[in-house]
């Protein structure tokens, strides 16, 4: 459609509104209550127009666009009414500190010529500072409702609302209390599309320099974030962020929008160290890194080396090439070993393929998503998003978790299994399936094998067995299956459906996500076998609305298994066969070796037995994240060189010999690639400070200068230009990412892979005709014991461990961002109110928590979130209590993932020391 804007054509597309007709030429029209990616609210009327042969002055942003309109905005009516609105708006307002002119609508008054309101405001609100990272302050608030909007559309959580009438009406939370006493998550959506700032920032405002678009260095669900940098050189707290993105959609959680500050902590590392006679000096990079070398050179052959899921692919890729080039041994892992190990290894056996068979969007197609073992709203809240989207669209949600997390109470099904149980749920579920003909037997016979076998290993697992077992009433076990197997459909004309349904019904598809609680166990490997093998069953895979997700903790951990940070595959999840061995020579120079490496947990026990005298620990803080910490301390104490490579001198690098300072996400370039396998940019923000340097760029210097005591000269291969080149090689050597480059990624955004050449769009669900191995195999699961250590007269309790929402897995970067430590500033141990009363204690009071490997203290809080008999323990350290301190290294035989789920505790009150005298 054709439509004349102040004399000015334009074309629109057809259901395009007038005032999308006046933005696209640019102009300037009020437009307080429209937040540019949400339909329009009608409420603020500032964006008055005059449109020839209409009487009136009629709102732009609810006009339908009709050919041949002629529209002006400047008209002497429109001015005038629209003016008068302005200074009706305006006039709810009261100057005052903090206020720094109201924002958008301050901008439109004063182009209107509005130097001061024509009235006085009488409200005199409180201004609630109750929140740490911003404000509400209800004397700057225009009542346009975009923040309401944004807590209840967007990021469907609905903390805040309208409250009262007329004169009255404010924005305020359920009780009319402090926003801290709401059920809001900070993840500053409000504040973001606020357009006159009274939900802002406390940090004060700055004059910002320039934006970089790049990606969140927290959690696995990769958001695309917009750094704004300060002119004092410091990043301001996110106000922006990019709707395009296509893994956040324009959503953030607190951590990604407002916890990017510990680049900037007073105790960053910036300059290299070397520990001389027990005492750390700063020296040149020169003698760090011959310092470096020369230890690890010493020990070729007893070498291993902890890659960070938190650097770059880049950084990753150079940081397995020193191993394999130089140190001649796949002895190379990361923190995978430690979360998802078993679905990666179960998945490459059962399809042939470690990573997410689908993508977000699909959780929003499914007409059935069942959660297990996941506290998405603490640990990937953007996904937890995705999921309260498809319940408002009618989706079936099945959560499966022993932890009453926060999504147990929105969904239609929660299904509180016993730790350590999972494998006798799903295969009940898989012969409820089968016995009720709902199984996919087209599927399993055209694209599966194993499955009589497996078939055969569910004999035992009938309902009642499984719900001895469980605990879970078999008529749930049923329920859970039938839904997942069938998903009773929804209305695909719902909001949210985006109708793509791969020529099958709309919304016939299920999800099947799950997290840690699965996988830490010793019978981890079986768990999640039990789970693929119900995918198989049911044929809910290689279609838009299914699949298959183990919801990745890091930034990067997906990418870092990638290019190769594990022992047992070359780049790419390539085998050691002499095909690829000799494509790596030819693009290294040098054969990789052939045999498995050690995997991270048998790296710390072989630093007790003298297999490992020489570490490599890059961006990893193993003595806060592996079992046992006392146990780990001890062995890794033995080290004979521990290079140790970061931004902080944590507790690992304490134990170092010497100290690299690295820079961080925003001050270098590269890529991560998230959880649904879409690789993204990385951009620098910022220069690194002081003297530190790119993961890839320190990696490639001490490859170097290894190679050189060792009498070879690799400097060829360890010269890289810039992050780029070095993406480039990668994917040369990697055919899944062969279409990838940042130059690609820069112009198109975000790309999943497998994206083999340069012309392919990229994957958004796998397995829609084959799996890699050819056909999916069925593998029979066992239900082991439910845990390696059982509670016992002295240690009664288990103990199930996790993350906690305002903080990241140790907490070693947010414990350096004030306003996060503010949120969650002590370690707060979940006991259930009926075991709290046998002890005697109440929510607040400092408990006593102790296993046979160690204790720690916290405070009480009393919730029927834990079954009785167990307790919860955060995974952070705060006040040196660690719940590492507690875990068993036991671990699942194959997958070497320790066992972090349960284990047996005993828990007691912390009396005061009675005064005498
Ligand atoms: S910060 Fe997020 S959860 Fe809190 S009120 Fe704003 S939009 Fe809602
Ligand atoms: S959900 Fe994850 S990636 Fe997104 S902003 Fe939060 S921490 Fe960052």
Request: net charge neutral.
């Amino acid at each position: 459609m054709r439509l004349v804007v102040d004399d000015r054509a334009v074309d629109v597309a057809p259901g395009a509104t007038v005032l999308d007709a006046v933005n696209q030429l640019g102009v300037a029209l009020p437009q307080l209550c429209k937040d540019p990616d949400r339909a329009p609210l009608g409420a603020c009327r500032t964006c008055l127009v005059h449109v020839d042969s209409m009487r009136g002055t009629p709102a732009a942003c609810h006009l339908p666009a009709r050919e041949g309109m002629v529209v002006s905005t400047t008209h002497p009516e429109a001015t005038r009414v629209r003016t008068l609105v302005l200074d009706l708006t305006r006039s709810m307002l009261t100057a005052g500190e903090g206020r720094d002119g109201f924002g958008q609508l301050g901008a439109a008054a004063e182009r209107h010529g509005l130097s001061q309101p024509s009235w006085t405001s009488l409200h005199g609100f409180e201004l609630d500072t109750s929140k740490s990272f911003f404000v509400l302050d209800r004397e700057a608030c225009i009542l346009c409702g975009r923040c309401t909007t944004a807590c209840d559309d967007v990021q469907q959580i609905g903390a805040i609302a309208m409250l009262g009438r007329g004169h009255a009406m404010k924005v305020g939370v359920a009780g009319d209390g402090l926003m801290s006493t709401s059920v809001c998550t900070s993840c500053g959506q409000c504040v973001a599309t606020c357009p006159t700032g009274a939900l802002r920032p406390k940090e004060a405002a700055r004059p910002i320099l320039h934006r970089t678009e790049t990606t969140c260095p927290y959690c696995g669900v990769g958001c695309g974030i917009s750094l704004a940098l300060r002119e004092d050189r410091r990043l301001a707290v996110m106000a922006d962020d990019d709707p395009s993105n296509r893994s956040s959609e324009g959503m953030l959680c607190v951590k990604g929008r407002f916890g990017t500050g510990f680049i900037h902590a007073r105790d960053r590392i910036v300059h290299p160290m070397v520990k001389r006679d027990g005492e750390w000096r700063r020296v040149t990079w020169d003698e760090a890194l011959e310092a470096a070398a020369d230890g690890l050179a010493r020990q070729r052959g007893r070498f291993g080396a902890l890659a960070s899921a938190k650097a770059t692919n880049e950084d990753g890729y150079v940081i397995q090439k020193l191993c394999r080039l130089v140190m001649a041994t796949n002895n190379v892992d990361h923190c995978t070993r430690l979360c998802h190990s078993p679905s990666v290894e179960a998945m490459l056996v059962s399809m042939g393929s470690g990573a997410t068979s689908n993508s977000y969007v699909d959780y929003q197609e499914a007409g059935c998503v069942m959660i297990v073992g996941a506290d998405a709203s603490a640990n990937h809240p953007v996904i937890a998003v995705r999921f309260r989207r498809a319940m408002a669209r009618g989706a079936r949600i099945v959560v499966v978790n022993p932890k009453r997390v926060e999504l147990c109470d929105q969904a239609d099904l929660w299904i509180q299994q016993r730790p350590g149980t999972d494998v006798a749920l799903f295969n009940a579920m898989a012969r409820v399936i089968l016995d009720e003909g709902l199984a996919n037997l087209d599927f399993v016979r055209t694209r599966t094998e194993g499955f009589e076998e497996w078939r055969d290993s569910l004999a035992e697992f009938t309902l009642e067995r499984a719900e001895a077992l469980t605990g879970v009433p078999a008529a749930d076990i049923a329920q859970a299956a039938r839904w997942y197997a069938r998903p009773p459909l929804g209305d695909p004309r719902r909001p949210g459906v985006t109708g793509d349904s791969g020529g099958r019904d709309p919304l016939s598809g299920s999800c099947l996500v799950w997290g840690m609680g699965v996988t830490q166990h010793t019978n981890g490997i079986h768990n999640a076998h039990s789970l693929l093998n119900l995918s198989l069953v049911t044929g809910q895979l290689g279609f838009p609305g299914s699949g298959i997700s183990p919801l990745r903790g890091q930034n990067n951990v997906q990418g870092c298994g990638d290019v190769g940070c594990i022992p047992t595959n070359l780049p790419g999840y390539q085998h050691y066969v002499p095909d690829t061995l000799a494509k790596f020579e030819q693009a290294w120079g040098t054969r990789p070796p052939a045999d498995a490496g050690l995997v991270v947990t048998d790296m710390v026990e072989g630093c007790l037995t003298g297999a490992v005298r020489a570490m490599y620990v890059v961006g990893e803080n193993p003595l806060l994240s592996e079992p046992d910490l006392h146990h780990a301390e001890k062995a890794m104490a033995q080290l004979e060189c521990l290079v140790v490579q970061d931004l902080f001198l944590h507790e690992t690098a304490a134990l170092g010999h010497v100290f690299l300072p690295a820079a961080a996400f925003a001050e270098k370039e590269g890529t991560f690639t998230n959880s649904e396998r879409r690789v993204q940019r990385v951009r620098a923000a910022l220069p690194p400070p002081g003297e530190a340097q790119p993961d890839w760029w320190i990696a490639a210097e001490l490859g170097k200068r290894v190679a050189r005591r060792l009498g070879a000269n690799v400097d060829r291969q360890f010269t890289y230009g810039s992050a780029a080149e070095i993406f480039d090689e990668l994917a040369r050597l990697v055919p899944f990412m062969g279409g990838l480059s940042h130059a690609r990624l820069d112009r198109e955004g975000g790309l999943q892979w497998p994206c083999p050449s340069p012309d392919h769009p990229g994957t958004r669900y796998l397995y829609a005709e084959t799996f890699p191995r050819g056909l999916g195999r069925f593998v029979p699961a066992r239900q082991t014991a439910p845990a390696a250590e059982l509670p016992d007269p002295d240690y009664p309790f288990i103990l199930n461990t996790g993350r906690l929402l305002y903080h990241w897995h140790g907490g070693t970067i947010t414990r350096r961002v004030e306003g996060l430590l503010e949120l969650a500033p002590r370690l707060e141990i979940a006991v259930h109110p009926a075991d709290a009363r046998r002890l005697g204690v109440e929510t607040g009071d400092p408990v006593l928590v102790a296993s046979r490997r160690g204790e720690l203290q916290g405070f009480a809080h009393l919730t029927e979130a834990v079954r009785p008999g167990a307790i919860f323990v955060p995974f952070v350290k705060l006040a040196d209590s660690a719940a590492n301190f507690l875990t068993n290294s036991a671990y699942d035989p194959s997958s070497k993932i320790p066992e972090y789920k349960v284990c047996a505790v005993r828990i007691e009150p912390v009396r005061a020391p009675t005064r005498t005298g």
